[in-house]
């Protein structure tokens, strides 16, 4: 069973800062992408920042230049630093990762629970 579990998420005040992590554990073979996705109260879940093993990020025009994503690859875990965050980026984050769990099995994707980040003064 592959599990991926968040953590750092919580109460941040505008323009503060806070980091994510996830970490990816089980059986594992490889991992291609790993990022993060969020959703807020009456809104559909969006791209919020992905990455691949060879370091390539991708990011959302929204969270551009204040949100930086990397990536261990040595310890399965992905981490999100939110810089100057603003209240508009208040939702549950989740940590999404494309992996395959032997050589045989082709890439699947797998979810985090989520963990609330709350922007507010």
């Known amino acids: 069973q592959v599990q991926l579990v968040e953590s750092g998420g919580g109460l941040v005040q505008p323009g503060g800062s806070l980091r994510l992590s996830c970490a990816a554990s089980?059986?594992?073979?490889?991992?291609?992408?790993m990022g993060w996705y969020r959703q807020a109260p009456g809104k559909q879940r969006e791209l919020v920042a992905t990455t691949t093993g060879g370091g390539s990020a991708n990011y959302a025009d929204s969270v551009k230049d204040r949100f930086t994503i990397s990536r261990d690859n040595a310890k399965n875990t992905v981490y999100l630093q939110l810089n100057s965050p603003k209240p508009e980026d208040t939702a549950v984050y989740y940590c999404?990762?494309?992996?395959?769990?032997?050589?045989?099995?082709?890439?699947?994707?797998?979810w985090g629970q989520g963990t609330q980040v709350t922007v507010s003064s």
């Open positions: 999404y990762a494309r992996l395959r769990v032997s050589v045989s099995i082709r890439y699947n994707e797998y």
């Open positions: 089980g059986s594992i073979f490889r991992i291609d992408v």
